[in-house]
């Protein structure tokens, strides 16, 4: 999947955490000193190229460095291996070798887990979770960081997990903000060198009060993808223009080993230069029909070229699909992506009417030069009659419908799980009813593997049921009916749900076209996809009109 092969290297012979048919063979002693040796070269040639330090990269994440470290994938005899001295020699012999190359002044820090988070090989856990840990528990942590700091690291950039538990490393948005707050506050009080934390500090409050009492510097990965801005805006008290990050992981580690990272709501991320929006030729009056994302981002983008635009929505209220989607909690970063672009209109002067319906008898009222149709998706009805009524997972998280005790979600896919865990977190009994092989998608093509795993294992959690493979027979006034394994199971519902997809909402423009030139749709009009391709859509079209 990853290009891996059996010539891959590991402390002890172990299988590949991501395909377990791959069996990677143990390092030998000459190659751990050739590791070393790469090491030590990498913070020589940084320092001659002018870098003030390094930072090993690490003892965390299930990485090489970290599985010497960890019992349960070294199971070496040898001086590398064994008693926990032994286990952590190469990442101190790392750090000694880098002090003695490149002076004892020049500093290094390390990425360093705390806690792995492993309830056993490829099962993390999740927060909150009882179990007990296989892999590096916290006084395991406190006992190595202190070795770390004698041995000469300068500090610790602290965070949790291994591959075995990858949501740790790389949050999705189902955890809470701040996560290694607590781990940074740990081992303040054992260690003297500064701590750094990442971890969803992107609120400039929670950063703030972290300083000195979590940590001493505060790290951002993903929210610079984002906005490139980032600092420079809370320098300059332009917090409400941060664009934030929703930590979905599309753009970034869901396509780095695809194609290069990127951001699912930041087209230009890493390619400022490339895609920067040039001033455009001709002004023009644009009209744009919807708010959802992809109106918005049309919007943001070609006002910014210079563009007049005059955005419709029918509604009284930004978002679309999204306004829905963001109503649990652990979707509240696309709360704040709404807010952002209510802002972007409000600095660019948008032409904003809501409550403002258009068709082809007004459309002409509005004096487009072109007209950008961004009309959306609407959810697909679950067909037949039925002994109950069938709701949409969009009534339900809106507060339209009322939701029983025991409910059916019919479909698995990202909608239905994730409306599952809301209605589980807030005290259903839910099932999901799958027709294939697995809910979700496919792993690493339809979701990332962090937010996948992370949220096959919180429907664990919270006891929600799966039937994979089972196709519904009949939906009873109390009950759902669905054979599985040639064999009839019955569930009760006294709801059920059906998120079995979205069809675009094209019809507006389909009559639009027929009548008028310079017509173009964009977002889940043209196409049903995620955030990420609504906003990628609409920029591309806004650079180039």
Request: proline residues 3%; negative net charge.
């Amino acid at each position: 999947m990853f290009g891996l092969s059996k010539n891959n290297i590991v402390p002890s012979e172990n299988s590949n955490r991501f395909d377990p048919s791959v069996i990677h063979r143990e390092i030998t002693k000459e190659e751990i000193e050739r590791l070393i040796k790469k090491f030590t070269e990498s913070a020589a040639i940084a320092k001659m190229a002018g870098f003030d330090g390094v930072e090993v990269h690490a003892v965390h994440e299930g990485y090489l460095l970290d599985q010497f470290t960890l019992a349960i994938f070294n199971r070496r005899t040898d001086e590398f291996g064994g008693s926990l001295e032994n286990r952590i020699k190469v990442p101190v012999a790392i750090v000694k070798a880098i002090k003695q190359v490149c002076g004892k002044d020049f500093p290094v820090s390390l990425r360093f887990s705390l806690k792995s988070y492993m309830k056993a090989v490829r099962q993390g856990a999740v927060p909150g979770e009882e179990f007990k840990e296989v892999g590096r528990d916290i006084e395991e942590g406190i006992t190595i960081a202190k070795i770390f700091e004698k041995m000469g690291y300068d500090s610790l950039n602290v965070d949790a997990g291994t591959y075995d538990s990858w949501y740790w490393n790389h949050p999705p948005m189902y955890f809470e903000d701040g996560m290694y707050r607590k781990f940074g506050k740990i081992l303040k009080d054992y260690v003297n060198i500064p701590i750094i934390l990442a971890g969803r500090m992107d609120n400039p409050d929670m950063a703030e009060e972290a300083i000195d009492v979590c940590c001493d510097i505060v790290s951002y990965g993903r929210p610079l993808l984002a906005d490139n801005e980032l600092v420079t805006k809370i320098k300059t008290d332009r917090v409400d223009e941060i664009r934030p990050c929703v930590s979905c992981h599309e753009g970034c580690i869901g396509r780095i080993s695809k194609s290069h990272m990127s951001c699912a709501i930041n087209p230009t991320a890493v390619r400022e230069t490339e895609y920067r929006l040039e001033p455009a030729l001709k002004k023009e009056t644009i009209l744009v029909i919807g708010g959802g994302l992809a109106g918005l981002e049309f919007a943001r983008a070609a006002s910014l070229r210079g563009h007049k635009i005059i955005l419709c929505e029918k509604t009284d209220k930004f978002g679309g699909n999204i306004i829905p989607g963001c109503v649990p909690h652990f979707k509240r970063h696309d709360r704040e992506l709404i807010k952002y672009y209510e802002r972007q209109m409000e600095l660019l002067g948008v032409d904003v009417r809501f409550n403002t319906e258009v068709n082809v008898d007004n459309v002409e009222s509005f004096g487009a030069d072109k007209i950008i149709v961004a009309t959306g998706s609407h959810p697909i009805h679950f067909p037949g009659e039925h002994g109950q009524e069938i709701l949409t997972a969009d009534e339900v998280l809106l507060g339209k419908k009322e939701v029983g005790e025991n409910v059916v979600m019919i479909g698995g896919g990202l909608v239905g799980a994730e409306t599952a865990l809301w209605l589980a977190q807030n005290g259903k009994n839910v099932n999901i009813i799958e027709i294939k092989d697995n809910i979700i998608g496919k792993i690493g093509v339809d979701v990332p593997h962090m937010n996948y795993w992370n949220l096959q294992d919180l429907l664990k959690f919270h006891k929600v049921g799966v039937y994979t493979k089972s196709n519904i027979t009949d939906i009873k006034e109390n009950s759902v009916v669905f054979e599985k394994d040639n064999e009839s199971k019955e569930v009760k519902a006294d709801t059920v749900i059906a998120a079995i997809g979205y069809k675009s909402d094209d019809s507006l423009f389909k009559e639009l076209d027929e009548k008028y030139n310079y017509v173009y749709k964009v977002g889940d009009c043209r196409k049903v996809h995620n955030i990420m391709y609504s906003i990628w859509d609409a920029f591309e079209i806004a650079r180039t009109i």
